[in-house]
């Protein structure tokens, strides 16, 4: 069994405690087993479970695992402290809000033996899952991701970082990328940003992708990909899965834990996590200069 806890009870810590204390049967999330939780408020027992603190935490024993659940821009110091303390960590996507850090990250992970896992929940969506699927096999001609949504609260990093999920969406259908440019619009009267970044394929195919977020903005993604063969416009509707998100993900770090995932699939996942975050920070780059 692998003892857990969890830092930031917002609604993805709520999630991870829930899951842990009802996993799905005959899964590796069999093997979690939730310990605590910490919090920088104090609180009372959440689903029965109480809070201790981040010093017991990597302290004790019988504590194997921690799962970050805070705002992105204190993931970095959570994650680098567990890893010290040599705890395996599932971090909330983006694991921090620069590459240089997340690489060093992932060397100290290596160097303790330990796992590092980076939440990306929206790879396994059944959208997605079939968006994938009518991509396979077609010839890129031009392309755009253009999200919409509400405004963050502070401490969710500059818009290529909060947003990492859509870059992530486009490295995984089409490769590595390269960014050609990238601009920011804001208006701090109404909290309205607008990212747009230019980006292009390894056989330089251009594709753009749009951030944008307002007070009144719905929360949706629209796609304009021109094939050789097709243009696909819209997301293809899918079944909800009968295995939630984060469940999903519980999994995945638990069977990591296990062994149960090959050295080459983990080496793939963190160059795909590694570029993200490159592109994202080369973005903000150029959006600032």
Same mark, same amino acid.
């Given at each position: 069994?692998? +003892? ?7 609604? #993805? ?9 009802? !996993?799905?049967? +005959?899964? !590796? ?18 689903? +029965? ?6 010093? =017991? ?12 659940? @805070?705002?992105?821009?204190?993931? /970095? ?14 971090? &909330? ?30 790879? $396994? @969506?059944?959208?997605?899952? &079939?968006?994938?699927? =009518? ?6 001609? /031009? ?10 609260? !502070? ?16 490295? /995984? ?8 440019? #990238? ?6 009267? @109404? ?9 292009? @394929? ?47 993900? $519980? ?6 834990? #296990? ?9 793939? &996942? ?20």
């Amino acid at each position: 069994m692998f +003892g857990a806890v969890v830092v930031g009870i917002g609604t #993805a810590g709520w999630v991870r405690i829930r899951d842990m204390l009802a !996993p799905l049967p +005959g899964s !590796p999330a069999e093997k979690l087993n939730v310990k605590g939780f910490i919090s920088r408020r104090s609180l009372d027992t959440q689903q +029965g479970v109480s809070q201790i603190s981040l010093e =017991e935490a990597k302290s004790r024993e019988d504590i194997h695992a921690a799962f970050i659940c @805070t705002e992105n821009a204190s993931h /970095e110091d959570y994650v680098r402290s567990f890893l010290q303390a040599g705890k395996h960590v599932c971090v &909330e996507y983006p694991m921090t809000l620069s590459y240089k850090a997340a690489a060093e990250l992932w060397d100290f992970a290596q160097e303790k033996g330990v796992i590092l896992h980076e939440e990306h929940i929206e790879l $396994l @969506t059944e959208d997605f899952k &079939e968006l994938k699927k =009518e991509v396979e096999g077609k010839v890129l001609q /031009e392309g755009t991701l253009h999200f919409t949504g509400g405004v963050l609260k !502070p401490g969710f990093g500059f818009q290529a970082f909060s947003g990492i999920a859509r870059l992530t969406w486009l490295v /995984e259908l089409f490769g590595e990328l390269s960014v050609t440019a #990238a601009t920011m619009e804001e208006d701090s009267g @109404t909290n309205y940003s607008k990212l747009t970044a230019k980006l292009q @394929t390894s056989d330089n195919r251009p594709l753009t992708w749009i951030e944008e977020r307002g007070p009144d903005l719905p929360r949706a993604k629209n796609i304009n990909f021109h094939f050789d063969s097709c243009t696909l416009t819209q997301i293809p509707p899918a079944p909800r899965a009968a295995v939630g998100l984060f469940m999903q993900d $519980l999994i995945q770090f638990s069977a990591k834990l #296990a062994g149960q995932v090959s050295p080459e699939e983990l080496q793939r &996942e963190r160059t795909r996590i590694l570029h993200c975050l490159q592109l994202a920070e080369r973005i903000q780059q150029l959006c600032q200069s």
